[in-house]
């Protein structure tokens, strides 16, 4: 059918920390959430909840969002158990050699790998900022719908010529975030995206990142 053409918008997309000032008209937004609400749920209870900023909305939240980085500076990340599996911790470390080599960011320099990780708050300069939310009552099974919903957002803001980022950087500051947004109490933000025009040029979005083969991570059984 389109496999050919859904395969090519999955494989081109990335991880985008760099945008060009071009802004993202309402409508299609609101065609992306469209398409990502088609995303299946357990029992089609579609846990998903989403901000989307831009202009002074956006701006406003990443501001206060910097200051509270700024204020925690030195507090670790809390989004993986230490000591993190030895297999992922090898890639983990491969991801900052690869983000960190394209960003020109020695990885030993703390206060240049802090100053990029506040990129996150300020939607790495892109012209809509979204917050991804759940209520916060549901059990874990219900996270991947959400996730799945994301993806979607993801899938369907590159088919569009937009680009992504998903960010888990937003989470530890979830109260801040219900707060500014006004969020009813059992709402919980999960994590964040940045969206928008990608700049091709800039060398943070140099960075590539490779994939294990299928037969690597997948049993086929029965073929
Ligand atoms: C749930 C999730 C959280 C992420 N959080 C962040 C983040 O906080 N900041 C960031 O720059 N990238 C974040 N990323 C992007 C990953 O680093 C990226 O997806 C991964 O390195 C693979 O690269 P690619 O998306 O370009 O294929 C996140 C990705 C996912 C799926």
């Known amino acids: 059918m389109h496999a050919q ?9 990335r991880s ?91 990885r030993t320099d703390a206060a240049a790998r802090a100053r990029q990780t506040e990129r996150n708050f300020s939607f790495f300069g892109a012209p809509v900022g979204l917050i991804f939310s759940i209520d916060r009552r549901l059990k874990p099974h219900s996270w991947i719908d959400l996730g799945l919903f994301a993806q979607n957002v993801m899938i369907a803001a590159k088919a569009r010529g937009l680009d992504t980022c998903p960010q888990v950087a937003f989470a530890p500051f979830h109260e ?21 025009y990608g700049d091709t040029d800039a060398p943070v979005n140099q960075a590539r990142m490779p994939r294990e083969r299928v037969q690597d991570f997948a049993d086929l059984i029965g073929f």
């Not at 357990?42 to 969002?65: C, S």
């Open 16 to 106: 985008v920390r760099a945008f060009r000032p071009g802004q993202v008209p309402r409508e299609l937004v609101e065609e992306i959430l469209g398409d990502a609400a088609c995303a299946p749920s357990g029992a089609n209870i579609q846990p998903w909840g989403v901000h989307v900023l831009a202009g002074a909305a956006k701006d406003e939240l990443g501001e206060a969002l910097v200051a509270a980085f700024r204020a925690d500076a030195g507090l670790p990340p809390a989004h993986f158990p230490q000591p993190l599996p030895e297999v992922f911790q090898a890639r983990l470390m491969d991801f900052g050699a690869r983000y960190y080599g394209a960003a020109g960011i020695d």
């Open 176 to 196: 801040l975030i219900a707060a500014h947004l006004q969020m009813p109490p059992e709402q919980l933000t999960a994590f964040g995206m940045s969206m928008g």
């Open 5 to 13: 053409a859904v395969s090519q918008v999955m494989r081109s997309r």
